[in-house]
């Protein structure tokens, strides 16, 4: 379901749900999906969530799950977050947890350059 | 217990009828019957071997075409017209002449055919067939059976303990000091991931909390029911004061982040946990992960509380804040679960804070309305569809001195 874009040499990716809504019906299956990504080697991620209008809590419990799987060996940021998705992230307080930039592409950017 | 297809049934033979209206043909039909292990019933026209069909729970007809009364296409249609919860294969005996009425024959319900005169060898393979699909469907029925007895099982488990979940709940409508408070609380599916309370937990201060666990079903609703019974008035008193006796909501939240984060488990809630001081109507509160609540005054006029806060138990670094603000009287505090204003229309369009709030602005100057009303708006929004998630509304009204509880 996932889409990856990225390649397995610098480690680096853009990961984007394919769903246009994170909630309790995939947010599992797409945690799993991102981990197989973690393990194959993947550990600075950007989760491009531009084409996704809706995060639940159960989405936000995928997101934060990857983070600590990946814990200091690696980096998760943010792309896109609609005006929706923002207000959920300010009420959980995930945009203290979460980088955000516009786009993916200026999120892999600050990735490139944090390294 | 599974039952797989190798699994032998246990069952008598199955009882066949054969129509015919000639006496020789029947007789030869059930002799050859008997001889395959069968126990043949003869009937002597279409009408009698439907009465012996029904009669008998028969599983196979054996019948001729040309019958006087019913013929064999009636006697078909009929066998097939009758709602039984087992399957009657029939088998219609032709002359070489009558090919063409097969087409016919199928359509009325024949399930296969056999040329006259009848032989052994053919008459043996044809019963052996219709033996073998009669008695996977019998072991598929049986199957059936048993999950539609598990399933009921299951249910009935989970209605006991949703019974005993909502026993945990404070009652829909109480009063504690100077608050009335008001609730719905609805599952989306038998058990919830809700949960609240509120009580007197010391001289002059009312506590109260909704929590709302991640996701819902069973998994939810073991975290929610081991926290209300964690959350005690007594458990609020120790927890939610410092000590110099003030208010402290955050320090409870924070006990429980503590006690409930696990680094393997993403399993976590949100809560609003607040704390009202009688006297100045002050409104201690620690707002963590869970929606802004709304305070509304008689007038109608309404205001959000609080922007937000961790939730609990997602992280360990999580910090938890002390707020405060006032709940004068004759203002009500509403306290939602998500399932408010995420619940969705037939088209995918979420319920929404601006419908949240007109709701309650056409209630304000009813507090005692608004679990009702936000329940019937809800439904009218999902046309009548279960919530997608757990819902819980709590409502306290701040009445006015010497005020009658509104209702």
């Known amino acids: 379901m996932i889409k990856f874009h990225g390649d397995a040499a610098d480690g680096l990716g853009i990961v984007e749900p394919g769903t246009d809504r994170l909630t309790a019906a995939n947010a599992t299956s797409f945690k799993d999906d991102v981990l197989g990504l973690i393990e194959a080697g993947t550990s600075r991620l950007v989760i491009d969530l531009s084409k996704v209008d809706f995060v639940d809590s159960s989405g936000i419990g995928a997101l934060v799950g990857l983070l600590k799987r990946i814990g200091h060996r690696g980096e998760i940021v943010v792309s896109g977050l609609s005006d929706n998705v923002s207000q959920m992230f300010r009420i959980t307080r995930m945009d203290r947890v979460f980088s955000s930039y516009d786009t993916a592409e200026a999120a892999l950017r600050a990735l490139r350059e944090n390294a | 217990m599974p039952l797989t297809m190798t699994d032998p049934i246990l069952v008598p033979p199955l009882k066949v009828v054969v129509a ?36 008998l729970g028969a599983r196979i007809l054996l019948c001729d075409l040309n019958m006087p009364g019913l013929d064999g296409h009636e006697l078909a249609r009929s066998v097939r017209e009758d709602k039984t919860d087992h399957y009657v294969h029939i088998i219609m005996v032709t002359s070489q002449s009558q090919s063409a009425e097969r087409e016919r024959a199928l359509e009325a319900g024949v399930d296969d055919f056999m040329a006259k005169p009848l032989d052994r060898a053919s008459l043996t393979a044809r019963i052996r067939s219709a033996d073998r699909l009669l008695r996977h469907e019998m072991l598929l029925a049986e199957r059936n059976r048993v999950l539609a007895e598990a399933k009921e099982q299951i249910e009935a488990d989970l209605r006991a303990a949703a019974n005993a979940q909502r026993r945990m709940l404070p009652a829909p409508e109480a009063r504690v000091g100077d608050c009335s408070f008001h609730s719905a609380f609805m599952p989306s599916n038998i058990l919830s991931g809700d949960m609240f ?13 909704a929590i709302d666990v991640a996701g819902h079903g069973v998994h939810a609703s073991l975290l929610s029911v081991a926290l209300g019974h964690l959350l005690t008035a007594e458990y609020f008193r120790r927890r939610a004061f410092d000590d110099t006796g003030a208010p402290n909501p955050a320090a409870l939240v924070a006990t429980l982040n503590e006690r409930f984060f696990r680094q393997d488990s993403t399993e976590y809630f949100t809560m609003f946990c607040g704390i009202l001081e009688q006297k100045s109507g002050r409104l201690h509160y620690c707002q963590a992960g869970a929606p802004s609540p709304v305070a509304i005054g008689p007038t109608g006029v309404t205001r959000q509380i609080g922007d937000g806060g961790f939730p609990v138990a997602l992280l360990d670094m999580a910090t938890f804040e002390n707020r405060c603000d006032q709940l004068d009287s004759g203002e009500t505090l509403v306290v939602y679960s998500d399932g408010a204003t995420e619940a969705e229309s037939l088209t995918g369009e979420a319920f929404g804070e601006a419908r949240f709030r007109g709701v309650l602005e056409e209630a304000a100057t009813r507090p005692g309305t608004i679990p009702g009303k936000m329940v019937e708006a809800l439904t009218r929004w999902r046309n009548g569809r279960t919530l997608q998630d757990d819902l819980t509304i709590l409502v306290c009204e701040r009445t006015q001195q010497n005020d009658q509880v509104s209702r």
């Open chain 2, 197 to 209: 309370a509120y009580y007197q937990v010391a001289p002059g201060y009312i506590g109260f909390y």
């Open chain 2, 20 to 55: 015919d209206d000639d006496a020789l043909q029947r007789a030869h039909a059930s002799a050859l019957l008997r001889k395959l292990g069968y126990d043949p019933y003869e009937a002597e026209d279409g009408a009698a071997a439907l009465d012996l069909v029904r009669q």
